[in-house]
């Protein structure tokens, strides 16, 4: 794979300050080793729950925030030591599509303003004629029209905001694009059908996505891989075949269980997610899930464990599991 994003050991510790004099007085784990990758063409599900790293991932990728370690490379390129116009080049080849698009969208600009915006900054338009031009063409494209033009965020539905979110993303011509929770505040009706749009995009531009969401069934629908998140770490990964096929990590196993259709045959595993996750300040010691893992044994206690192929042999993706119960070198 020629990966578009080629993220590596992704490193982000939050300082918690406190006392007189605002000393660091904690770290907050939020995300603490995170590798992945997406080809053009493909979507990479990143799923977990509430407070898992998820955001903090893709703000890193996009250096909203700057992470404290590892690397971030766009093809083939690291972006970590960029700056001034190189930076802005390569932030241009990334956007970010947010969950609310009623707060993302300012709501005293138009549409035009709103979704020609990056190409006016970036002086990437000869006129405004132009840019009008190349916005009316992207709100047919994301179905809308170009009589939107003039209007403002609050003369359209939720659906229609996050189709103007999304062509706003999609006006600089990004390789990468990341979703966040694009469609957790929209009606379930209105949410398949900006999945679908999203999927229509791709199949037309090849973009690469990575799709953040809590929620597994969303992801299902989007994905071709999928990469599960615990605790600012990732404990499985797969294609979305192999995940939902053969899911190995007892967190995976559990997160089935919960989603709104649970396997009969998992419910064993119903109440391991009752609870809420061990705080990032404290993460337990060894597997960071032991605490509410059925299957703790005595090594998950104290030793972190490795991340373990157990895809069949020859097979073309890997299926990566960061488990004990997988250290024999068990394949399928
Ligand atoms: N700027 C920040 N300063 C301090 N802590 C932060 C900051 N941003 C995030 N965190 C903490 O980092 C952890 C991970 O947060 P993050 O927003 O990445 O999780 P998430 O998986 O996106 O959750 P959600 O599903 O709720 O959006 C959380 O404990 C959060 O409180
Ligand atoms: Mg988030």
């Known amino acids: 794979m020629n990966p578009v994003i080629d993220v590596r050991h992704l490193v982000k510790h939050f300082p918690l300050t406190g006392g007189l004099l605002g000393r660091k007085i904690q770290l907050l784990k939020a995300v603490d080793g995170v590798s992945l990758a997406v080809a053009r063409g493909e979507t990479l599900g990143l799923v977990g729950e509430s407070g898992s790293g998820k955001s903090t ?9 700057e992470p404290d370690r590892g690397d971030i490379l766009l093809a083939g390129q690291s972006i970590l030591t960029l700056t001034g116009q190189e930076l802005r080049r390569a932030r241009r080849r990334m956007q970010m599509v947010f969950q609310d698009p009623q707060s993302s969208l300012d709501p005293r600009m138009t549409v035009k303003k709103i979704v020609g915006y990056p190409l006016e900054v970036h002086g990437l338009a000869a006129s405004s004629a132009e840019i009008a031009d190349r916005v009316a063409h992207l709100l047919q494209e994301v179905g809308l029209s170009s009589d939107h033009l003039d209007r403002y965020p609050h003369e359209f539905s939720g659906g229609q905001r996050q189709r103007i979110g999304i062509a706003r993303a999609l006006i600089t011509e990004p390789d990468f694009i990341i979703f966040d929770e694009p469609t957790s505040a929209l009606d379930v009706s209105v949410q398949a059908q ?12 090849g973009y690469a996505y990575l799709f953040i969401s809590h929620d597994l069934t969303v992801v299902r629908h989007i994905s071709h891989r999928i990469a599960v998140m615990y605790l600012g770490t990732l404990v499985e990964s797969a294609t979305r075949k192999e995940l939902f096929d053969h899911p190995a990590h007892p967190y995976t196993l559990a997160l089935l269980a919960s989603a709104p259709k649970p396997n009969p045959l998992l419910r064993q595993e119903l109440a391991v997610l009752q609870g809420d996750p061990p705080s990032p300040v404290q993460v337990p010691p060894g597997c960071r899930f032991h605490p ?8 998950c206690r104290d030793t972190e464990p490795e991340q373990h192929n157990i895809s069949p ?14 250290r024999e070198g068990h394949r399928r």
């Open 292 to 299: 509410r893992c059925p299957h703790a044994m005595e090594i």
């Open 57 to 65: 991932v893709g703000n890193c990728i996009l250096r909203l925030i």
């Open 194 to 205: 900006i999945l679908n749009l999203i999927k229509d995009l791709q199949r037309r531009h």
């Open 313 to 326: 042999t020859g097979a073309a993706s890997p299926h990566l599991v960061c488990c004990h119960l997988y």
